[in-house]
């Protein structure tokens, strides 16, 4: 089975080595920087989240990923999601389709509804439609990725009579994934329009997805649809050994993840609960060593042929983020091959 490695970042307004925070200009340039690391490191793929809010300094990932794109060569490029319930699925494709001929052939576009709800008043949607607006924008843009002109009439999306976007992808179709947060209608809705799945794994053990892959496997089977790739991103942080990891990570997680459980009900993340997690969850948090084994043990738990590592949480440092990356490309991605092999 063929496995891309690949690195997340929602671009997390991190601190210096002084503790203060660093301007959201100076996040976007370490992120690129850190995308040029990760090519040369070994890692295949790199994905960048959409957020407007001011703990991520990242509104525009296209506008990164153009960026990357001109400062390597090898690394496939994507978003980490792009929220379509909020956007123009003509626009999308129009920017992927772009960021795809500048770094030929290289976009990929993942598409969701999004975790976080800023975009729809910023934008001018309404969150009672939040269901209805995704189901009706991905089946436009599925419509968009055919090749030839397009005719969509749209309920709450714009109506066109035989359009053709541009510029042209040179290699049809667009590589297009679906960001599934682990519900059965979810998965059925990939599998129905043939597009690829990935799994976004927050908490928990890898291998209670499982049945979430079986069903996406059968569903394309019955809808005839041609067998898709899945792919699982989760938080991580490799550093020399598990106990740096730890001491390194555990505070920007729970500052990050204490943040958004204020608006979300959660409860705020102890030690004890987080080392649970790192025990018994997805979470990749230790030395190369360890967080190969738990890679390799969660890509055969789901066949999945993409595992991406989402390395910026809260203020964790742009130094430590590197040294993670380097680690992660370098050490943990030969590793987890050999055990796979």
Avoid at 148 to 165: A, F, P
Wanted: glycine share 10%; hydrophobic share 40%; charged share 25%.
């Amino acid at each position: 089975m063929e496995l891309d490695l690949g690195i997340d970042t929602f671009g997390d307004v991190t601190l210096d080595l002084d503790g203060a925070p660093v301007s959201h200009a100076q996040v976007i340039r370490n992120v690129v920087d850190e995308a040029v690391l990760a090519e040369q490191s070994g890692v295949d793929a790199f994905g960048i989240g959409e957020h407007h809010r001011d703990d991520f300094a990242i509104s525009s990932p296209e506008m990164v990923l153009a960026g990357i794109a001109t400062r390597t060569e090898r690394l496939r490029l994507a978003s980490a999601v792009t929220v379509l319930s909020s956007d123009d699925p003509a626009r999308v494709y129009e920017r992927f389709s772009t960021l795809d001929a500048l770094s030929h052939g290289r976009a990929e576009v993942i598409v969701g509804r999004g975790s976080f709800t800023e975009s729809f008043p910023l934008f001018g949607f309404d969150l009672a439609d939040y269901q209805e607006l995704f189901e009706e924008k991905l089946a436009m843009f599925v419509e968009l990725r055919k090749t030839g002109r397009v005719s969509w009439d749209g309920h709450l999306t714009q109506k066109l009579r035989g359009v053709e976007l541009y510029p042209l992808v040179e290699t049809p179709p667009l590589t297009t994934w679906v960001a599934v947060g682990g519900s059965p209608e979810s998965v059925i809705r990939a599998a129905r329009h043939g597009l690829d799945l990935m799994l976004a794994i927050i908490g928990g053990p890898v291998d209670r997805f499982a049945p979430f892959v079986e069903l996406y496997h059968r569903a394309l089977e019955q809808l005839e649809q041609p067998q898709g790739r899945v792919g699982y991103h989760s938080f991580g942080h490799v550093a020399a050994t598990d106990d740096e990891a730890v001491e390194q990570y555990f505070g920007p997680y729970v500052a990050t993840m204490s943040r958004i459980g204020r608006d979300r009900g959660w409860r705020r993340p102890t030690k004890e609960s987080f080392l649970y997690e790192l025990r018994h969850g997805s979470m990749v948090v230790g030395s190369p060593e360890t967080v190969a084994r738990k890679i390799a043990a969660g890509v055969k738990a789901l066949g999945a042929s993409r595992f991406s590592m989402k390395v910026s949480t809260g203020p964790l440092s742009h130094e430590l983020i590197s040294d993670s990356i380097e680690l992660y490309g370098s050490r943990v991605g030969p590793l987890v091959r050999d055990m796979l092999a």
